[in-house]
């Protein structure tokens, strides 16, 4: 399994951008990259994935080094509601079995 | 996107009794699904790997007498925590995989077992 490195927890204003890093330096080449947060007391949930690319949706932005050592997930526009754990998990198998670091504390302020 | 439903969304029981916990994909089959444990302030752990029309998988240092779990059909897997235990109380979340590319997870069951 790829090892996944992040830092325990960051701050972020509200309405400005949140950028959380992950290390992933043992990727391998067929290996996504994706991202999970949990808020208090419910399921994770889906937020994006990529493999080399940079990739955009509706809540976030994925930017992934070219060497894929390593990536960062940017929520645009942070709001009160993004406030929780966001993982990043550098393994994915077909059949969706998933291993969870420890994650990223985001606490969104006012 | 899919949706993934546990139920119930909370139980509290009483020691020595057992517990069960519905995992249900609403508009997609899944002919696996994912059991997972979280204890406060820690991260998700996979307990097991549920299979339809065979034998679940469980992660190393889960009972699996314990912790049953049958996966009846293509949307419906269920986890039956037996003779629990004040230790067992945990947050237990369901994932099914969906289109080989996500995982879509339940809301969770808290557990508190007194």
Same mark, same amino acid.
């Given at each position: ?110 | ?37 979280? $204890?406060?302030?820690? #991260?998700?752990?996979?307990?097991? %790997? ?6 679940? +998988?469980?992660?190393?240092? &889960? ?27 945990? $947050?237990?979340?369901? #994932?099914?995989?969906?289109?080989? %590319? ?6 969770? +069951?808290?557990?508190?077992? &007194?």
């Amino acid at each position: 399994d790829a090892k996944t490195t992040q830092p325990p927890s960051m701050d972020c204003a509200e309405g400005r951008a949140a950028n959380l890093p992950c290390n992933h330096s043992t990727i391998s080449g067929n290996e996504y990259v994706y991202w999970y947060r949990q808020i208090h007391s419910q399921g994770p949930q889906y937020i994006i994935h990529g493999l080399k690319n940079n990739e955009t949706n509706e809540m976030a932005s994925l930017i992934i080094t070219e060497d894929r050592k390593s990536s960062t997930l940017i929520l645009p526009h942070a709001t009160l509601r993004d406030t929780a754990v966001y993982y990043c998990i550098g393994i994915f198998t077909s059949y969706g079995k998933l291993t969870f670091g420890q994650g990223t504390i985001l606490t969104v302020h006012p | 996107g899919a949706v993934v439903s546990q139920h119930p969304s909370w139980v509290i029981c009483k020691s020595g009794t057992s517990v069960k916990i519905e995992c249900r994909s609403l508009d997609f089959q899944a002919t696996t699904m994912f059991w997972y444990r979280q $204890f406060p302030k820690q #991260s998700l752990m996979l307990m097991a %790997t549920s299979n339809e029309g065979s034998k679940a +998988t469980y992660e190393q240092g &889960v009972e699996k007498d314990k912790f049953l779990i049958n996966h009846a059909s293509l949307t419906l897997s269920t986890l039956t925590v037996t003779s629990a235990h004040p230790e067992d109380s945990s $947050f237990y979340i369901c #994932s099914a995989p969906f289109d080989k %590319t996500e995982a879509f997870f339940g809301q969770g +069951t808290r557990l508190t077992v &007194v």
